[in-house]
């Protein structure tokens, strides 16, 4: 498929070439095993989400190029009977998963980024229009040529269309990298950026590998770079998955607590500041879930989180989900803004919410904090003892107005 014309003439091809078969192949099938090994982890999730099902189809999409891929190295330039014939059909499975499976990662990406179904659906369909096209014109390419041929020898040659292919399938990888930083750059929490910026990184390995195998022609490392960037994205999701609560994204209470521990034990007292716990509970959230539903909870929970992301912008602030419906924001020693400004954030926005959110329950919190004090907290444990002491009296005296 990707050699030079002539190289395997004759009955058997040098020995040279087919270990560059074999090599070629063997990185097929690592690319393959590795995908196994993210797919057997993912079965057990597989009806869980929509996202969940798009990223296992973009997983069964590249299993199957990279097989493909692996048949085009093998029959290139062999000669058995029908040999054309089979090269021609494999080729033309190729050039169609060329730009089904970056349209595929940017279907992932719409669905993982956007908020507005309608509209996301409305991109989505404005990009498949391409994609059909493309597809279509694998049919007359068949008679014409313009895309691919195969000669009397059963040798593969690229002709003119295969750039325009080349240039629909990383137009789909930037624009899933540049929704990507997009939503990095406007988003309100550090770990919402780096998941982002991750997604970013999709296209950078595949696009590496094509740029080589543009130039070099023979080359062929693309699609296990591809294979490579999905892992990547799937070890993503699977540390996501241990450290945040999955309800609201934000962090766990484990999380919580090994981000505590390691601020105590590496401050330094020389610099001085303070290390500083808020704890946030929602006012009345029983009787919220008695009286509208579990279901509702939960949305108010997201945007009760939100709210927070949105107070903690553009600072190292630590947030995480407690429990329930408590919340924590851990405010390291030396930040730029103190632990009275984040909590006036959080009240603003709350009333900003409320004001905007008219036909819903106004949201309200209760929030108390508490400083480390190396007299009283020989702990986290204390520290966060103090800071939900100190959040109860502010409850406490709601409840008594």
Known sequence: MRFVPGCKLGPYPPVGYIMQDALYVEISAIGIILLSIVLMSQ????????AQRRFNNLIYAMMTMLVVDAACWLIDGTQFRNARQFNIAIETIYYALH???PYLWAIYVEGALS???RAARRRIFIASIPLVLFLGALIPNLKYGFVFTIDAQNFYHRTFGFYI?????YAYLIYGSIRSLIKAKTAAWVDDRRRYYTMAFFAV???LGGFIQLFFYGVSLNWILASVSILLVYLDSQNRQISTDPLTGLNNRRELSKFLIREIIDRDPAKGGALSLVMLD???FKQINDTYGHFYGDGVLINVSEILKASCKNTNAFLARYGGDEFCIVIPPNLDVDTEEIIARVHTNIEEWNATHRDMKPIGLSIGFAEWDPQQDKSYETLLSRADARMYEVKNAKRCT
């Open 205 to 207: 390995l595949p696009s």
């Open 165 to 169: 292919y080349a240039f629909l399938s």
């Open 99 to 101: 730009v089904m499976l």
């Open 115 to 117: 908020t507005d179904l």
């Open 43 to 50: 079965r057990q999730f597989t009806a869980a989400s929509a």
């Open 282 to 284: 929602v006012d009345g």
